[in-house]
Nanobody, 116 residues
Framework: VQLAESGGGSVQPGESLRLTCVGS????????MGWYRQAPGKQRELVAS???????NYADFVKGRFTISRDGPKNTVYLQMNSLQPDDTAVYYC???????????WGQGTQVTVSS
């Protein structure tokens, strides 16, 4: 199983980015796909996740600014990030859980930098 992330980059405060993660090497839909982030010197934290039935979960610090979506048959998850702020600077990791109770798979991470 592989997770390939794309869409990171450097933007100014208030701008937007869209992250994409494509999963491969699995013959069924992942139960849950999501995004985590890790800033320098901090622990990895959940940003948003979505189950294959469409139930989403967001961290409080991104509610109203970020939107997660999925294309189930393609095992693809997106993260639309609007109104980015310097505190959003981090490496963003895609996570995919094949079946509840299993260990999740992780992508290699994509850097998001927000600065003026």
């Amino acid at each position: 199983v592989q997770l390939a992330e794309s869409g990171g980059g450097s933007v100014q405060p208030g701008e937007s980015l869209r992250l994409t993660c494509v999963g491969s090497g699995i013959v069924f839909d992942f139960d849950t796909m999501g995004w985590y982030r890790q800033a320098p010197g901090k622990q990895r934290e959940l940003v948003a996740s979505m189950t294959k039935s469409g139930i989403s979960n967001y961290a409080d610090f991104v509610k109203g600014r970020f939107t997660i979506s999925r294309d189930g048959p393609k095992n693809t998850v997106y993260l639309q990030m609007n109104s980015l702020q310097p505190d959003d600077t981090a490496v963003y990791y895609c996570s995919a859980l094949p079946v509840p109770g299993w260990s999740p798979y992780w992508g290699q991470g994509t850097q998001v930098t927000v600065s003026s």
